[in-house]
């Protein structure tokens, strides 16, 4: 059982960044993946970036392959997300998961645990 908590989202101009952080209680993430999603009205959510808390092998959407970096604290038991030059398609609510398990996957019902979402706004 992992309780996992979103935050650092908000509202920022086309070019710049956020980090975005998952907690996690319950568990620690050691023996799991985790990854990001994002959703945008009206559309599926989709994959974003993943990491394997076990050694670390990292994962990216090509949408974001170069601009986003994914990236875990041991002591913290907490996975990031650093946004880079965020663009306005970039906007969406962003998801944290977690699986129990060492393979990366895209697909969003691999993932057991979720959190609640956090808002990601990027204006033009």
């Known amino acids: 059982q992992v309780h996992l908590v979103e935050s650092g989202g908000g509202l920022v101009q086309a070019g710049g960044s956020l980090r975005l952080s998952c907690a996690a209680s319950?568990?620690?993430?050691?023996?799991?993946?985790v990854g990001w999603f994002r959703q945008a009205p009206g559309k599926e959510r989709e994959f974003v970036a993943a990491?394997?808390?076990?050694?670390?092998?990292?994962y990216y959407a090509d949408s974001v392959k170069g601009r986003f970096t994914i990236s875990r604290d041991n002591a913290k038991n907490t996975v990031y997300l650093q946004m880079n030059s965020l663009k306005p398609e970039d906007t969406a609510v962003y998801y944290c998961?977690?699986?129990?398990?060492?393979?990366?996957?895209?697909?969003?019902?691999?993932?057991?645990?979720w959190g609640q979402g956090t808002q990601v706004t990027v204006s033009s």
């Open positions: 998961a977690a699986e129990p398990g060492v393979v990366l996957t895209t697909t969003p019902q691999r993932y057991r645990y």
């Open positions: 990491i394997r808390w076990s050694g670390g092998s990292t």
């Open positions: 319950g568990h620690t993430f050691s023996s799991y993946v």
